[in-house]
């Protein structure tokens, strides 16, 4: 509280200059302190609020801020006056004592209420008996947010001191406010930017799939990063990786617009180039940000990758047999360059145990590095990778992101083939849809073990038996899945399909004719019923000639 | 797109249906199949031949509808052959269940026509 009222003549001739200028410089130390920055803003706030009425020996504090129609002000936070932000005192820009600092945009210092040709419109200043008030309008980047005003019950004149004082305090209090909006809108960008993405990938046989999304360190740069996984029917499989220039809100929207606009086309159109052109038309209509994407179809049964490039970085297709290369040729211009081109496209099929990695820029890009060199440095790090798709992910990201703060988004997408030779483990869900791709992966790893046409049909037939069956009989409608494991020793061939379900006898009928094919291919067939599920094994002799 | 699976095609002569079957028939799209079969058999036809020789696929499923077609036929009076490549695929899986004891099959569709003629 004020011990002394003082009048604005003292103020201004403090006799001891040096002492109040040492006081001065004190007192903006406690309102500049670093470490306030770590409040959240209603604490920063209050805090605030609290060292500036102390200061300047003032009994009330308030900070109202513009609402979103630009012209009125809301109480945000109150001392002395705590009321008016649980009561909502909202005023019109040009009313009242805090109207008329927001409208003139300038400080102002009503010495005595008592006096003024200004009305306190807020009830509450009345009740308490404000007499002296000085105001300072909340300005960021030449935008009006705000006010801020503080209060003594006793008459006094603030002096041109204190509105430096309190400007400063202002000036703090904008920029607080503005970072905590974006901060909001930053994390509101990632929440729609992350509700976007698949939730779960798919289980194909044979095939396997992992992606990873970082968002960037800072939340106000996430925003337009996306991969996609869109089920085409007739085993076979879109996938997209994009991302949308810019960052934020605006951001992710476009990109969940792209998304749409992706899969409506990838459900008509087969041809990965033909919708990729379809997008890019979109985009010009649109007249929005850039963006770059790649859009790929993937055939379930051959591993044949069918794919159309805009502007994105070059896939990555790493290789047992030879080292990592960037997949290059096929060209194309970011969507929204407005060039209204038709775009290519180009098949690469997957051989055993080959991945194919597709990424965003910001797994690449570093300020001060060449492109070139962030390619080189991903060669490196796929080589040192792990296998498997979701390790590989994780330490393809791991390995390029140590020791900086991400800058900008990550989406990693990784699809690899099973290897074929010796043994093959896949796992299968439980939807018939499937069955085709199971007897092609099953034909592939036959082959690849020595197996004849014979030996191939054979084994597709009877593992066809032993899925559909557990399609049938194992699981209720859902995402249930099976394990399939291929084996070959001393030149017998043995595959094991294990469910996790109940076994049922098959039913009357023309049902039930499942076992006894399965036994006419295979030279045994094992069916072992347990508490966890069912296992059918089944061996074979293969690459005889008898 | 991918193919389906298997295409289905229809050819009536008189009162003689003829289909063929090429692809695979299995799980996923064997009631699809059967559907559209016996769709195409009207109360006026006499016979239904269905040539498997362009079928590269065909297990139990497919077996269920063979049966399941043969016995509808029956009870209606009508015909039902099957086409089939000896010693191809197909005619294994069919001889595994004895199929020929139900339904006649002929190894070439000029035999199977005149067979229902």
Known sequence: MTPEPTNQSEMETEPEHGEGAAARLEDVARLTEATLAYLDLDDLLAELLHRVTEILHADTAAVLLVEDDGRTLAARAAKGLEEEVERGFRLPIGRGFAGRVAARREPVVIPDLDNSTITVVNPLMREKNVRSLLGVPLIVEGTLIGVLHVGSLTQRDFSEADVQLLQLVADRVGLSIERSRLAVQGQIAQTLQRSLLPRRLPRLPGLSMAAWYIPAAEETAVGGDWYDVIELGHRRLGLTIGDVAGHGMAAATYMGMLRSAVRAYALDIASPAEVLSKVARFADAEHSRMATMIYATINLDTWAVDWARAGHPFPLLISPKHPPRFLTDVGGPPLGAGAGVDYEEQRVTLGPAETLLLYTDGLIERRGRTLSDGEAALTEAAVAAPDEPELMCRSVIQQLTEDISVPDDIAVLALRAVGLHDTLKAEVPANAEQLATVRHLIRRWVTANGGTDDDCSSFAIAVTEACANAVEHAYGPGDAAMDLTADVEDGVATVTIRDRGAWREPRGGNRGRGIPVMREFMDDVAIDTGEGGTTVRLSRRIGGEE | ?117
């Open chain 2, 1 to 117: 797109m991918t193919p389906e699976l298997a295409k289905l095609s229809f050819e009536t002569t008189g009162d003689v249906e003829l289909a063929r079957v090429a692809g695979e028939v299995d799980a996923s799209n064997v009631e699809d199949l059967t559907r559209r079969l016996l769709e195409a058999v009207s109360n006026d036809t006499q016979a239904l031949v269905l040539d498997l020789t362009q079928t590269s696929y065909i297990d139990s499923s497919g077996i269920s509808l063979i049966f399941d077609a043969a016995a509808r036929m029956k009870n209606r009076r009508q015909q039902l052959r099957l086409v089939v490549t000896p010693e191809s695929f197909v005619s294994e899986v069919l001889a595994a269940v004895s199929m020929s004891d139900s339904v006649p099959i002929d190894p070439e569709l000029e035999a199977a026509l005149r067979a229902v003629d």
